[in-house]
């Protein structure tokens, strides 16, 4: 048996939808034609066929998505304890609260009178976020986190337009996700790297020799993507600052610190949020997110437009805001996600908050004691709310982290995030979230330890996993090389 | 609090692991100059039931919400959802996953963006499609990004003013930091994009467009197509409303060279303008330029057919600064939504639904020419028209919004040169007796 | 490769409720406590500790029950040819209606005027009933087709005690449901077997020697369940009423004749619907179900209080009924199924019912013609919705009806109903019902043609089955022998 | 049709498939005196958007729905449900399968009924309860037939006339064919039953009461054991506000020998009255005359543990008319939504929510009575009691009935003796506001 939850089962196969299907059926209730029809007097150069689309029936189309999903793994199916992507409970009342009809069917464009309540909760959100980072702007414009580091980029483009200085080198640190160097980018920066310290984070000393009068500043992330505070914070941003810069603060890991750093005092100047990570908001196997970003006082005038003002007794939409780096998004970002993410907010109150971030530290931190006999611990230091360790114990075993990895979806687990940050090679970055309780943790913990053990003992099985799973490893080169993007 | 299982007791057990003594001291190591100050100001926690309470309180407080009939789409449209879209979408299992990046436990997900990618691109008549952007305004910059990643040492894009304001303005704000030109193309007197200025551009990269455009009227894309392509450029056409391409040619094939706009229409509600879906579709040839994630198809170790995010290489956890784009979450759940209503259309009901919503909006259109409003443009249009009107439409719109109808929206805002305009949206999910009242209130 | 769509895939385990939690814990969000505390003044004599149950997260929770749901089959899995049992599609738009907030919420005992559209909702159904099946008059009391058999039991107990007549026998086929005999019996009713003739319908010769003036009638159920019209029915009845009797209908199998029987042209006095089945709503696992019964106008006075009266311009209860069997649930039957069924009668009209019924034969009969060549046929006739064959053919290779049908399930098949009815040994009883397409009919029929080369080439397999399923074939004596019914 | 998948040319081939030419073919051997004549008359067939359409206004046409507050139970009671009870509840592989016959495919529902049968037997205390009943009038019907096929020879029961007086009436109902004597047992002045008739009964097989009774009131139940067991009888205690038990001792612990009554509270809407569910349990010495299903625990070929339907042979599917029930579908959905309600609970949370109830009910029924009210019991109650007034309460309940709020029922059709009391209800649902609101109206 064994000692994780995972076993095999029953589940069924399922073709493509234009695998099934046959013309004449179909899935939708049509509405009653109660006008004339008229649309044949259409032009005929201007007309097409319509799509090859299948023609299902309701039965067909409940059947594909209810098997597809089988195949699925959520957080509500088991322990899914990706680093960096906080994959926390996701409360079902906020997915009632946002399906509320009127909000659901409330239209962007009509007069502010007519929209007070969607006005409410998004001004009322911002005043949240701000508390809860200690800023004092924020737009809740961006629909993901990369959007908010776009933002931010373009803020910081227009902050030194405006002061009419040119620089174009931004410091990067190694341990950076992806899309902080992508952002940078896309914004004119170039991006340069801030090798991270011995101990896993910045050396203020080599933040001092990187930042010079050609560099906007720096763009980091705190708790950084190793799970670990920056405890120079304060020094680096005073470097940055002296030099005239602005530093832009990745919160991406805010779940490990809220109500515990007040990120303004850290000398952030502008910083994102993932709603669809800290504050609980589902991810939907890819999106959508939300990415508000929050600014200090001075950068405010440069918030994205429309920006929501609050009058007497009313709130309203401000557009005519020169210095703003102008709309990133046709209405006001993934409002349905905002919602979400504002129920949460409602639901859990400050302590509740704090506390969360204290027992996600702690699982963490439980997590990464119990592990380190078996893994090898890539920084040897408390960790916030994740950790990450390496496959360099499992090595002369040959056995690899995506080994170890595709083992654990047998077991019933989610695999932890892999290969990033990748300044640890081979990484294996653990963060359970507050969420999770201690007898599943312990779970986790031995079934890691067996898996562990089986890397000593079995390797073979390792290799061959996942079993379990309805397909076996899939071959990614052949994807890639001869790209199959439709069917 | 019921999201927080743990126990004293548990903490205690806990914290006595790494040797701590009490939660605190997990926090030691951060400066005192960066903690937070006292307690964070937020409002005491709600129950459920307060929670329920205080958002019908909201909903009720937007007005717009419970009107019977807001006729206006300007690229938030209101359609018929099927009650079982939201409901197998919503399934934990897609609901509570992340992006796919295990895929063996991840097929659901795959499997169905793999479909919704087919379905796009099958109904905008491209070859490859990837599997999400933010929404259509972010989709058409990014379009254009990558007509400029393509054209190479060409800085300068054409876009239409009939293309969605906002859309525009998106536009602006991620070209901003590059060193691009974007060219306006004007409106034409029958609604469609003018674009005798592309004669006077160097070094054009792009032109884009919007059919249905910003005023419902349909381009003729066939003659864009060589008009654009004479020029060297890209074409690149975008939508609002992509039910049009139930009855109206698809942008493929009419010779766009990317396609991309906002599926919002396809399953999701309007939920004050988000979340969407940002629709992105290519030729082949240029699928490896292509933004965003995309997934493709192959095999497991035992031959079995099977789905994986791929051509990972464009995107920025592998390049980080050469990537094609910076996006990383997208809108996974939306193009799931968005596949499943298609699939439930089906063709046939595509064509039917588009069928239908031309059908009521020329209904409006005609009775409102009737009882004395005048057509901006004679073009054809889709869902969509502008009327203008010889005494001031505003106490009749005001009436109107008495009766909780919502009857089009002013373009001043948009357009100095169409103040008194106004923008009509009528789809099927507007009874004609709603239709009779709006022209029965115009006669008065 | 199977040629069903039963393929083994990760599922994960999970333990019985009190095998988690700690105390503590909450999964409920607690209402404010906005009035003083007083439980504390309550008598000692009369508290009690509050029950054992186990405190659980909203995560625990939550994965509690989905993992649970993943090792359950429902109709949006897969094909569920559960013979006699109707399993059609449940159109989700009725859940929806059902959960309506004002439909939800409402209270059984206000006064009429505040419950108009409650009562609306009931008179109509009523009427649509009566419609369908051609009879007079309806109560929708009966919370399940077994409690409307006893409501019809009680009406002819009360018929025959007005009438001043003494009768305690009542015929019952060999064929029928166990429901019929058990609730004959419950109403004091002595069951006597009536057999069914050698082409599985009832001889009116068989029915005339039985019935006499100590007999009640006859209870038959029409299509019967070895999906056979009864053809005689006319004669039956005329010869029941002949002698005085009254004619009970079970009418659980309605699907197969809507729009197509008239069943008081048919004879028969009482009858009830099933609708969880012919009206699709869902089962449950088990109910809610509803079974309205369905009488002719001489029996109306006798139908369950209250009834549900129809004024100029408002609907009212009337309790005031003498001859009435009385009450039979504690308000009025399982409404929320009442409006489901509702909800699906309006969406399909009388054409599409209609249709549905020639479907849901057309199907049968598909199968039945398509695997006649390797099941055996217990009555070679054509059927009308459901069809039943045996494991005859089969027997001589020691493979019996419960090997295959355990086998269907590795194929991602519910199995038919087996060992039903009584009258056909090792009976497999196909109900594929008009929701299923032609392409799955065709794959299930593959399938069952493969179990049948099984049975004779590889039987061990199928004495193994099912081996995809969580669990493999439990012991059912043991759980009978030594009984552990909670834990 | 969206339900109808057959098309055309499927038809005409499946009908080949079987020798026939047209669909009406297969019905030709119904005798042509049986068949409907015409066709049916019923409404046009409406599509989801008409029909939920039609439901709105069905709904707006239950005006106590609307309501603010309904402050009545009664045997049907408003309690919070938390959003994920009827969300897991609802999964499909729950809501759509059928009685768990084929137990390999139905370990879901089968571990969660024990569940519900282990919660149920714990939180009456009792040893074991069946998987449901159809509602809690229908299970005092079969618990007394239970107890009367326990005591064989005895045909007389007593049941008390606090019992809501819709059960008597089911009990009525169930045992009218049968040789049986049902003896009311009379409402003391303090509310409870009276015993004093017991005394004279020659056969008596039960006698069951209810706690809370119709009229809130707790009865004394292990007094009560002590007298119906020296009455030689067996003790049948019933309920339909099982909320109680968070507060109040169980039935089981005082003594009852079976136990049943109404779970509607436990995560179920009122939804006009049903379904609820039937809740029943009884002593391991009376398993095997249980109705209905049960599920029970056994091992699987490879050891493994799993779960039944067991005790088949007391059921109508084996036993036919020696079943001891006619019982079949049961509530089933009804008893996992339970059973998740009570879990979610736990322990904990239903002493909580328990004693929030009594203080709530305590609270507006002080209030009442220092506005002039009077108490017509002052025995203890739970979440109901009734009130008599000097001046008539209809005007004061008409005007609160404007404002929204249903304050309880008058007494008089249902017990002549008590016209013109009235019985109330608070639970957690009401807030302090509304009671506040009550009671001021009350003083004006
Ligand atoms: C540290 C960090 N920064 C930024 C991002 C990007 O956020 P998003 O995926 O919402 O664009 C992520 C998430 O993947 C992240 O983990
Ligand atoms: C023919 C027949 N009669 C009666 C019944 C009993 O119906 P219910 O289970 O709703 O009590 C059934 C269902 O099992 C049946 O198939």
Known sequence: MMPGPGRSGLILEEPLLWEKGKEGRTAFSMPEQDVPECSGEVDRELLGNGPDFPDLSEMDIVRHYTRLSTWNFGIDTGMYPLGSCTMKYNPKINEKMAATPGIAASHPLLADELSQGALQVMFELQTFLATLTGMDAVSLQPAAGAQGEMAGMLVFASYFRKKGEKRNKILIPDTAHGTNPASAALCGFKPVQVKSGADGILDPKIVAELMDEETVGIMLTNPNTLGLFEESIREITAIVHGKGGLVYGDGANMNAVMGLVDFKRCGIDIMHLNLHKTFSTPHGGGGPGAGPVCVVEELEPFLPVPRIVKGRDSYHLEVDCPDSIGRLHAFFGNFGVLVRAYSYILSMGAENLKKASQLAVLNANYVRESLRDVLHLAYDKPCMHECVFSDKKQQEHKISTLDMAKRLIDHGYHPPTIYFPLVVPGAIMIEPTETENKDDLDQFITVFKDVAREAREDGERLRQSPMHSKVRRLDETLAARSPCLTG | ?444
């Open chain 2, 1 to 444: 609090m019921r999201y927080l299982p743990h126990t004293d007791t548990e903490i205690m057990e806990m914290l006595a692991v790494s040797g701590h003594n009490q939660v605190e001291d997990l926090f030691a190591h951060i400066p005192e100059e960066c903690r937070y100050q006292g307690e964070m100001e937020l409002p005491e926690p709600l129950s459920e039931w307060a929670l329920t309470d205080h958002f019908q309180n909201l909903a009720a407080n937007i007005r717009s919400s419970s009107a019977k009939a807001v006729l206006l789409g300007a690229g938030s449209y209101s359609h018929h959802i099927p009650a079982i879209v939201p409901g197998l979408i919503n399934r934990s299992e897609f609901l509570t996953a992340y992006t796919p990046y295990q895929a063996e436990m991840s097929q659901g997900t795959l499997q169905g963006i793999f479909e919704y990618q087919t379905l796009t691109a099958r109904l905008l008549g491209m070859e490859v499609a990837n599997a999400s952007m933010y929404d259509g305004a972010s989709a058409l910059a990014e379009a254009i990004l990558m007509a400029l990643r393509l054209t190479r040492k060409k800085h300068t894009v054409a876009i239409s003013a009939a293309i969605h304001p906002h859309y525009r303005e998106v536009v602006r704000t991620y070209l901003q930091a590059g060193p691009f030109t974007i060219v306006e193309l004007a409106v034409g007197e029958d609604g469609r994009t003018d674009f005798s200025a592309l004669a006077n551009i160097d070094d054009l990269a792009a032109v884009a467009l919007q059919s249905p455009n910003f005023f419902g009227v349909i381009e003729d894309l066939e003659r864009a197509a060589q008009t654009i392509h004479s020029a060297d450029a890209l074409f690149i056409s975008c939508f609002s409303e992509p039910f049009a391409y139930g009855l109206f040619r698809s942008p493929g094939a009419s010779g766009a060279d990317i396609v991309c706009g906002e599926g919002q229409s396809f399953g999701m509600s309007r939920s004050f303008g988000g979340p969407g879906l940002g629709m992105f579709a290519c030729r082949t040839k240029y699928q490896r330029s292509l933004p965003g994630r995309v997934v493709g198809e192959t095999v497991d170790v035992e031959g079995k057919r099977g789905y994986v995010l791929t051509l990972a290489t464009r995107e920025q956890h592998i390049r980080r600064e050469k990537a094609t784009s910076n996006i990383c979450s997208n809108q996974g759940l939306c193009a799931l939504t968005a596949a499943a209503y298609m699939a439930s259309l089906g063709g046939t009901g595509m064509r039917r639904i588009a069928r239908l919503n031309y059908d009521k909006a020329a209904y409006l259109r005609k009775g409102l020419v009737e009882a004395g409003a005048k057509l901006l443009f004679r073009t054809p249009t889709f869902n969509e028209f502008v009327l203008c009107f010889d005494d001031d439409f505003e106490p009749v719109r005001n009436r109107l919004l008495e009766k909780g109808i919502v009857a089009g929206m002013e373009l001043g805002n948009f357009y100095k040169e169409y103040k008194g305009a106004y923008l009509f949206c009528v789809t099927e999910t507007t009874s004609k007796a709603v239709l009779d009242t709006v022209i029965k209130e115009l006669r008065i």
